[in-house]
């Protein structure tokens, strides 16, 4: 039976919330301005990179050592910055080639839940799925958790592009995934599970062993009030690719290598929105790409907008998505979609996009240089694009389905409304062969 018709107090747990890279910092933003619209007080605890919010959602800080940041990646911390055993934790992970942050952000969650729990009514985790979440049920908050696919998935990609010392280096680097598939195994059975589509909640089943009953699927939306078509006329040959990092997983290399073929016989020119590793780096130079090729990053999200309907066409070049908020975005400014037949992809674009086989430079190539020459091809992708964004993908409808998630995982413990207002406030709290954090 679903309860509490009140609005919710809720405490939204992001170990790194970056905000204009990757879909977890868009998520945070974007769900919890729609939770807010609705009438719920929502808190989003948040390590480094902290997310951008917008007015009404409160942004409490879970400082790490932040040893990723983007000045400074791998960083060493000076020895006045070590405040508990959990920052020794931290850096001694990293130092032994592992990926920290979902562990040591558990456990700084949690110890301030525990000093906060009669604030909240749920507590949501963004993908963290940490040890130390797992205590949070104790202190009396139900635990819905969004798994937007599971790194099971990277993992699995990059290990089979790694040969030799690299093969090991990755296997430690992605040793979290172990850990999440054991917490994800254990919330699920107290509380729903959330993820975006059909084909995550498959590899979320297989690959951390969740039950297919605990899974819930609530597919992510578009801010249609930034990306939408535009007035001007799109650049000639111009396509756009948004590459969220420079793993393998996200088919940059691919996408070079059809350009290059290209590039030899028509007007094609390509911005990736994302910057390039080494590999990619190298690749572009020995492709003789030049100016033909062009990387950005760091847009806003007006920015990023206006280049997006500027193009021609659009690439996901990925070997695997989830779901694709950049997916999403093309098609919500009507930029003709090319993506490859992977994922969720097809799940997500429907009949919006013509689909190439992921990996395969050649099928690439074909596909755009024939999109590139047929404007009445494009032109029908755009309305389709159009429709289906304005009928399946909304933030407010996103926010409404999840808000109905926490109330039947309060129901499930009991539905006892914890009664008051919340208590703490609005303000503001507190290289080659090296792996890069999710975004």
């Known amino acids: 039976m679903v309860i509490l018709n009140r609005p919710l107090r809720i405490a939204l747990l992001s170990y790194r919330s970056k905000p204009h890279c990757g879909g977890q910092g868009i998520y945070v933003r974007h769900l919890t301005r729609e939770l807010h619209a609705l009438g719920h007080h929502v808190e989003v605890f948040s390590g480094q990179p902290y997310p951008e919010l917008d007015d009404g959602p409160v942004l409490r800080e879970v400082p ?60 949501h985790d963004n993908q963290v799925l940490g040890y ?93 009030r930034v990306f939408h078509p535009r007035p001007a006329p799109r650049v000639p040959g ?16 691919t996408l070079l290598r059809a350009m290059a073929k290209l590039v030899t016989d028509t007007d094609a020119h390509l911005i990736v929105v994302g910057k390039p590793g080494p590999a990619n780096e190298k690749l572009h130079a020995q492709l003789s790409l030049g100016d033909r090729v062009r990387f950005t990053h760091g847009l806003s999200d007006e920015a990023l907008a206006e280049l997006l309907a500027s193009a021609e066409v659009a690439v996901v070049a990925s070997l695997y998505e989830g779901f694709s908020l950049p997916a999403v975005e093309h098609m919500g400014s009507g930029t003709p979609l090319v993506a490859s037949d992977s994922g969720s992809l097809p799940e ?32 029908a992708l755009s309305e389709r694009a159009l429709r289906r964004v304005s009928e399946r993908f909304a933030w407010p409808a996103v926010a409404q389905a999840t808000a109905e998630q926490y109330r039947n995982a309060i129901a499930a413990r009991g539905g006892a409304a914890r009664g008051g207002a919340a208590r703490g406030g609005t303000a503001r709290g507190g290289a080659e062969g090296q792996e890069q954090p999710p975004c």
């Open 64 to 123: 790490s050592l932040d040893l990723y940041r983007d000045e400074d990646p791998f960083r060493t911390p000076g020895w006045r910055e070590y405040r508990d055993w959990i920052d020794v934790l931290e850096t001694a992970t990293m130092w032994t080639a592992g990926f920290p942050e979902p562990l040591t952000y558990s456990l700084r969650a949690r110890r301030l839940l525990r000093t906060r729990a009669a604030d909240f009514d749920v507590a």
């Open 132 to 224: 130390g979440l797992l205590g949070v049920p104790r202190l009396g908050l139900p635990l819905v958790t969004s798994v937007h696919h599971p790194i099971s998935v990277d993992r699995r990609i990059e290990l089979s592009e790694a040969r030799g010392m690299a093969r090991l280096s990755k296997r430690r680097w992605y040793g979290f995934v172990r850990m999440q598939a054991r917490v994800a195994r254990r919330v699920s059975e107290q509380a729903p599970l959330l993820t975006v589509s059909s084909s995550s909640r498959d590899d979320i089943c297989r690959d951390f062993r969740v039950r297919p009953q605990n899974v819930r699927i609530i597919p992510l939306g578009v801010d249609t």
């Open 238 to 253: 111009r396509i756009v690719a948004v590459a969220s990092s420079d793993s393998p997983l996200k088919g940059v290399a």
């Open 348 to 379: 997500v674009a429907g009949d919006a996009a013509v689909l190439f086989n992921p990996g395969d430079d050649e099928h690439l190539a074909a596909v755009l240089r024939r999109l590139l020459g047929a404007p009445a091809e494009r032109a």
